[in-house]
């Protein structure tokens, strides 16, 4: 499993971009985690799916709310990692305006939650393979901090917690 002081494990995750810019076309988008975090200070946090109760109502607008502070703090980018296809993560990033804010990654095959360890078997919702919640800070690829919460909690990767580990980098 993934710890303090690892190198975030290497993978593509993808993301829809509804404007073109830069290097991203409009549609999904391929994003190599090792290049994108390079040289960056990066607030990930992971859930396990998109449009469902404690991840739309507080997660991520909890990210959200405090993208100025975390900016403020040194974070240069934020992203939500969730176990769901590149569609989804951009029709959920669109209902919550998370555009500008927070980058919606799909992890759509599990491939890069996998390789971190932190796999969440909801086989018997229905759901399958998800990621457990939590949040890392990232500094050039690295592991700065994690977060990860017990099963049905939502108490440490949340916005706040993450702005105090940022702010003390």
Known sequence: ??????????????EFVDVEGGA???????VDVAAATAGKTIAVFALPGAFTPT????HVPGYIA???ALKAAGVDEIWC?????????G???RDLAAAGKVRMMA???ADFTKATGLTLDLATRGMGLRSQRYSMLLVNGQVKTLNIEAAGKFEVSDANTMLAQAAAL
């Open 1 to 14: 499993m993934l710890k303090i002081g690892d190198q975030v494990p290497a993978g593509t995750l993808q």
């Open 24 to 30: 991203c076309s409009i549609g999904p988008n391929a």
């Open 55 to 58: 991840c739309s109502a507080q």
């Open 66 to 68: 405090q993208t100025a």
């Open 81 to 89: 990692v969730s176990v769901n296809d590149v569609f989804v993560m």
């Open 91 to 93: 029709a959920w990033g």
């Open 107 to 109: 992890d759509g095959s």
